[in-house]
């Protein structure tokens, strides 16, 4: 397994910018499949977005395309997710997750950081 540390949360006003950071240690970064979920209150968890080994290969909840990327940084072991024209329904606890293969789920989690967007 490797740990996972967010960064960047924070307050913002709709229509802002946020970028979150997640890096990565304990183990080959380039062998894992990343990802962001979020849980805002009283809700379930939901995807955000993922991206594949290489970077080459993404996905995004419909709610968050266009608004959204994510990349990384193989060579900083290092996932960022770029937040634009964010809406107070963005508001929640993000957490950084990876896994070897898109065929299991994750394995191991960040311990999250918070978003809130001010309308």
């Known amino acids: 397994q490797v740990q996972l540390v967010e960064s960047g949360g924070g307050l913002v006003q709709a229509g802002g910018s946020l970028r979150l950071s997640c890096a990565v240690s304990?183990?080959?970064?380039?062998?894992?499949?990343m990802g962001w979920v979020r849980r805002a209150p009283a809700k379930e968890r939901e995807f955000v977005a993922s991206?594949?080994?290489?970077?080459?290969?993404?996905d995004y909840a419909e709610s968050v395309k266009g608004r959204f990327t994510i990349s990384r940084d193989n060579a900083k072991n290092t996932v960022y997710l770029q937040m634009n024209n964010l809406k107070p329904e963005d508001t929640a606890v993000y957490y950084c997750?990876?896994?070897?293969?898109?065929?299991?789920?994750?394995?191991?989690w960040g311990q999250g950081t918070q978003v809130t967007v001010s309308s």
């Open positions: 997750a990876a896994r070897r293969s898109f065929y299991i789920v994750y394995e191991s």
């Open positions: 304990g183990h080959t970064f380039s062998s894992y499949v």
């Open positions: 991206i594949d080994w290489s970077g080459g290969g993404t």
